[in-house]
């Protein structure tokens, strides 16, 4: 698991991990696999962010159960909240795993899923977590163009580098969005609807006092399935979603203006300072001024 990640919780004995966000952090990030830059031994995990894997060279890599043998040009879409084995990859060859945070790529507390379409196939479900695609042999230069492009971005931090990250991992999601076509008009004619709606209320009303009862009595299901869609699809809870929307808001006020903290907190649907302050930490690892005097 790349350093971008953080371990913040457990299902079921399994690790859940969680996309770092630091103050002026890389939205994104790419971890090399291949001979010579290994990552340390990893266990079975859960992630709640996007996770894809392009495969540039296949060598003697196989993957899944049955193992099949990977080609040139593979592309992996790990699903969002799925147990990943890494016992479904065996062998060496030369691949680059992309993890990145969605709410950067919609911003201002938007609803990641619903607003940013292009996401819709780390949603898929399949079983081991592992879409399989494949990258035409006359695209795959522009794949690993647009890798090494992050690459170089992340590492010299020039002026404006997040953004022009973003960029080319925008260019990446809508060619996994194109291979990826029957698997997102598939989820867009299923219960799919139903996480739309979900999140067009945290968007419409995370500002106010808001529970898991009040978003299931909106869109018309019991709390208890809808608790169970939301984490089967996308690893976190409808209550995780919802101070995930706010966090993301907190973070903007207090990255880009000086309103006082007691503001802030009453603008993102939790007035008390306190709380305020507890709840942030606890999501982000610093306080709210501490994270204002970082950005």
Same mark, same amino acid.
């Given at each position: ?20 966000? !630091? ?83 919609? +911003? ?41 492009? &992050? ?29 990826? !076509? ?37 869109? +018309?299901?019991?709390? +208890? ?16 979603? &919802? !101070? ?42 610093? !306080? ?8």
């Amino acid at each position: 698991m790349t350093e971008a990640a953080r371990a913040v919780s457990l299902r079921a004995g399994v690790p859940v991990y969680r996309y770092r966000i !630091t103050p002026g952090g890389p939205p994104v990030s790419v971890l090399r696999l291949d001979a010579h830059h290994q990552p340390g031994e990893v266990h079975r995990h859960i992630h709640d962010f996007p996770v894809l894997v392009y495969v540039e060279r296949a060598g003697r890599l196989e993957t899944g159960v049955p193992p099949v043998q990977a080609r040139d040009g593979d592309a992996y879409v790990l699903a969002a909240g799925a147990v990943i084995d890494p016992a479904q990859v065996a062998g060496v060859g030369s691949a680059f795993a992309v993890f990145f945070d969605s709410a950067a790529l919609v +911003g201002d507390g938007q609803a990641s899923w619903q607003s940013h379409p292009l996401l819709f196939p780390f949603l898929h479900g399949i079983r081991g977590g592992l879409l399989r695609l494949h990258v035409p042999p006359e695209r795959q230069p522009a794949w690993s163009g647009a890798i090494a492009a &992050i690459e170089r971005e992340l590492a010299d931090r020039g002026a404006g580098y997040r953004q022009a990250a973003l960029a080319h991992l925008t260019l990446l999601l809508v060619n996994v969005a194109r291979l990826a !076509t029957d698997v997102v008009g598939d989820l867009r004619r299923s219960n799919e609807t139903l996480l739309a709606e979900v999140f067009d209320v945290i968007q419409r009303r995370f500002a106010e006092p808001l529970s898991l009862r009040d978003v299931a009595a909106s869109v +018309g299901v019991t709390p +208890g399935y809808l608790t169970t869609v939301v984490r089967r699809r996308t690893g976190r809870t409808v209550v995780d979603w &919802i !101070t995930e929307h706010r966090m993301v808001r907190a973070r903007r006020l207090l990255s880009e203006t000086d309103r006082p903290v007691q503001e802030i907190a009453r603008q993102v649907g939790l007035p008390d300072p306190a709380y305020f302050t507890r709840v942030f930490r606890a999501n982000n690892g610093v !306080t709210p001024r501490e994270w204002r005097r970082e950005a």
